[in-house]
């Protein structure tokens, strides 16, 4: 069964109760009530009055898939979806007034923005990256943060496979030549890719995905990582970036944004490489020293380049990206030969992006709708199975705090009124978070229940969902 079959069925039951079994695609109301940390949830807790899915607000930005929207239309949220991304003006404005938000590689939330958001519950990264959140901000302030760890890794990696071939025999410059009607046969520095050596940097799973392509098309293939990872088919992992760059023919990033891969590739590792190596890059724009690279083709050195990313990439489509008040080296990197320049679509395929919006879709309404956090990235992974909605009485406490001792004794105090029929606790760093479903709790115990849990010195956040 898919998740969004679950989480629907989930609502069905929840509204067989309430005796409205057929409104999940139009106004669904839950059983569930809920009961939020933010000021407008915080209202709705101290009123005791019923919350509705039809209360989530969720704003999604840089177009993303529809099967994400379709997800969040049938659980009754709110959605407001713009195809591109927002300024920070526009962000503080606007992220102040949703529970959920839904970015791709675009949208930076920074801490600044993220001071906003009063009401948000959680961040979906429709993508693989999630270099662009303030993920240690977020945690802290009670914010899981999702993202789709593979679900685009096969587009990129087929990305790069044709990619290497287009350098290799000057795809791009003869296909150009043609359109502007000049007919220039050549074989000179054309190569095939067969026993050439293709460098992965960072075997993760785009890259492992890249080694298997390329070593089916006969190359060989090398790779650097920070850590020891099991080498695929005849792959071989080299101790040192210097090693891989002296052996390889090709050399192609696939590492995520830190301060360590900052300019990892710059003037010195293009001297280390081989004379009329190839560079590829995508990754992330700020990995390749992009003036260094320029200089390395003036000179010969490097024979071609594909990229894919940037460092200031335009918000949305029609912005000009080669502007060299923005980039200074823009105009000689596009007056240059055989460089294939692409606008960040390594992940947009529809495979992908379909398949992207539905995991991230189900993860978002998973832990709106029921606290479940496996797979958050920033966030200790918790989960119950679902709330027993014909158990009368029945309560879910999500409860987040900081991790520091006497959390559980003062908590388990709280609910020690009740029946605690499960619970589940876990920690990441300074946050943990506890989950716990309990009964025999009166409707009128719930407001109480609710406010001693916010008077906890360690509370970060608290939801009850009934
Ligand atoms: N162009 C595009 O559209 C796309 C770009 N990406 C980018 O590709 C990156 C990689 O994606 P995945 O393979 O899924 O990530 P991953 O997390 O599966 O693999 C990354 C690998 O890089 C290694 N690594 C980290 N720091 C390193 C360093 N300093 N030196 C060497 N290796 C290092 C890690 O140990 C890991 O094995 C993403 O973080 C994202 O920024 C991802 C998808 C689409
Ligand atoms: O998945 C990633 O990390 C990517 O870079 C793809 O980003 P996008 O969804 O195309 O903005």
Redesign the pocket.
């Known amino acids: 069964m898919s998740y969004p079959q679950q989480i629907t069925e989930t609502f069905q039951r929840a509204m067989s109760i309430s005796g409205s079994p057929n409104a999940v695609s139009t106004s669904p109301t839950t059983q569930s009530y809920l009961a939020q940390y933010s000021p407008t949830f915080r209202k709705q807790a101290k009123a005791l009055k019923p919350f509705s899915t039809g209360d989530i607000k969720i704003l999604l930005l840089e177009n993303v898939n529809k099967t994400a929207i379709d997800i969040f239309s049938q659980q009754g949220y709110q959605v407001e979806f713009y195809k591109t991304s927002l300024s920070e003006e526009e962000l503080i404005e606007k992220i102040g007034e949703v529970h959920a938000i839904g970015i791709r590689?675009k949208t930076r939330l920074t801490e600044k923005i993220l001071k906003h958001a009063r009401n948000l519950v959680v961040i979906g990264c429709f993508?693989?990256?999630t270099?662009q959140v303030d993920l240690e901000y977020a945690a802290k302030s009670g914010i899981a943060v999702f993202n789709s760890?593979?679900s685009?890794?096969r587009s990129?990696a087929e990305l790069v496979i044709a990619e290497v071939i287009t350098l290799s025999r000057q795809l791009g410059d003869r296909s150009l030549e043609m359109h502007t009607g000049t007919w220039n046969k050549v074989s000179a520095k054309c190569w095939e890719i067969r026993g050439k050596t293709l460098g992965i940097?960072?075997?993760?799973?785009?890259?492992a995905q890249l080694s298997v392509l390329a070593e089916s098309m006969g190359m060989n293939v090398i790779y650097?990582?920070?850590?020891m990872?099991m080498a695929l088919g005849n792959s071989k992992q080299v101790e040192t970036?210097d090693e891989l760059l002296q052996k390889a023919d090709f050399v192609t990033c696939?590492?995520?944004?830190?301060p360590?891969?900052r300019n990892?590739l710059a003037a010195p590792q293009f001297s280390a490489m081989k004379d009329g190596a190839y560079v590829i890059n995508?990754?992330?724009g700020t990995v390749v020293d992009i003036e260094a690279l320029v200089s390395a083709m003036k000179s010969g050195k490097i024979a071609g380049a594909a990229l894919?990313?940037y460092p200031n990439e335009p918000s949305k489509n029609g912005e000009g990206l080669f502007n060299d008040s923005l980039n200074g080296w823009a105009s000689e990197l596009c007056s240059m030969r055989n460089v294939i320049l692409t606008p960040?679509?390594?992940?947009?395929t529809e495979e992908a992006q379909s398949a992207i919006g539905v995991e991230v879709g189900t993860f978002l309404a998973k832990y709106i709708n029921e606290g479940n956090s496996t797979g958050a990235v920033n966030f200790p992974e918790v989960q119950l199975r679902s709330l027993n909605y014909d158990q009368e009485n029945s309560v879910r406490v999500l409860y987040i705090h900081q991790n520091v001792p006497g959390v559980l004794k003062t908590v388990n105090n709280i609910l020690s009124n009740h029946n605690i029929e499960k619970q589940f606790s876990d920690s990441r760093g300074d946050v943990a978070y506890l989950m716990a479903d309990i009964s025999d709790v009166d409707l009128s115990d719930i407001k109480s229940l609710y406010e001693q849990l916010e008077q906890t010195p360690f509370k970060i956040a608290t939801r009850l969902l009934y």
């Not at 960040?344 to 947009?348: A, K, L, P, V």
């Open positions: 590689s993508c693989i990256g270099n760890p593979f685009n890794s990129v940097i960072g075997y993760g799973h785009i890259g650097y990582d920070i850590h990872i970036l696939h590492v995520p944004e830190t360590e891969t990892l995508a990754s992330r894919d990313v960040h679509i390594g992940g947009s």
